[in-house]
């Protein structure tokens, strides 16, 4: 008998194809089971050979971390925004993705100035961008919620009392390559996103394999218990291509000012360099000379619209 407490009913995951289903059904399915997977995401296979092509040489150039988050076996690539604009396009701003995370990421504000009420939005932005290749004999990596970093200190509730603005940030597991148990899928732990933060994930029982073929995505709140698994194989590489999108108001993990060159940047339409975090999160959050930070990509070039656009 397990000494631990497992719910009777851990919820079902949930598994839609890409090309029949609409971002709310995504929601209610993540307020559910915190996890959801979604076949066909990227179902072009030359983007994902594109995506692979662009960060190949990145994986090669990376060596053994010293931290011991991820097993050594780890290879990363970050700051994708300047090494990938297909990721950037395909991955990031997936239109499905991208509406599951305004539902649940955005936040409307509303406050006096004098007495009149204002009502600010601020909505999602991106929060980091990582490749992870992980080789043969890699360890399970520990189960733990990614809201650790905005200190969500979250109270147990049930599903039918989950309100958003519970989770500070979903994320994104596309299958580069083949993903399996064997091969050391992510695997999560169904509804762990309700519990209390201070409950401990007390191991694998309960744990679902986010199993993929290349193209398929695995979307998680923040807040669910999730880890990558041993790589059992003796030559398969998992290959996932992963972002996490967090609140507007919020510190981004990756710092994207540092990160990404301002070149780069530049490079982007208006609604990904938004996304990236050159965007105002109002009120006044965010600000270059109480202008709309682009200011400082296009400099003498830039005809803004000083400091009218920030509340
Ligand atoms: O390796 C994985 O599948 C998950 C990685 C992860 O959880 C993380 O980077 O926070
Ligand atoms: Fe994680």
Not at 245 to 253: A, F, I, N, S, V
């Amino acid at each position: 008998m397990p000494s631990r407490f497992i719910p009777p009913s851990a919820p079902q995951v949930q598994d839609f194809d890409c090309k029949n289903v609409d971002p709310s059904t995504i929601v209610q399915a993540l307020i559910t089971t915190g996890g959801v997977l979604l076949r066909n995401f990227i179902p072009n296979k030359k983007i994902l050979s594109e995506i692979e092509k662009d960060v190949r040489p990145h994986i090669n150039a990376d060596t053994p971390w010293k931290g011991d988050f991820f097993p050594p076996e780890t290879r990363r690539v970050y700051g994708l925004a300047g090494k990938s604009s297909t990721f950037m396009h395909h991955i990031v701003a997936n239109s499905i993705y991208q509406s599951v995370c305004d539902k649940l990421l955005s936040s409307t504000h509303r406050c006096y100035i004098g007495d009149k009420i204002e009502e600010s939005l601020s909505p999602p932005q991106l929060c980091n961008t990582l490749v992870l290749s992980i080789g043969p004999g890699a360890r399970d990596q520990e189960l733990h919620r990614d809201d650790m970093i905005h200190h969500n200190a979250l109270p147990e509730i049930s599903a039918e009392d989950y309100a958003i603005g519970r989770d500070t940030g979903i994320g994104l597991f596309v299958a580069g390559k083949p993903v399996t148990r064997a091969n050391g899928a992510t695997r999560f732990i169904p509804g762990s996103h309700l519990w209390d933060t201070m409950r401990p994930s007390s191991g694998d029982e309960s744990a679902v394999y986010a199993e993929m073929e290349p193209g398929d995505a695995f979307i998680m709140l923040s807040s669910c218990y999730h880890g990558g698994s041993a790589n059992n194989t003796s030559n398969e590489e998992r290959l996932l291509y992963s972002c996490f999108m967090t609140k507007g108001y919020l510190r981004q993990e990756e710092n994207q000012y540092l990160a990404v060159p301002q070149e780069a940047v530049k490079n982007f339409p208006l609604g990904m360099q938004r996304l990236i975090g050159y965007n105002v999160s109002k009120p006044f959050l965010g600000w270059v000379d109480l202008d709309d930070p682009r200011k400082a990509l296009y400099g003498s070039e830039w005809k803004g619209s000083n400091g009218a656009d920030l509340l």
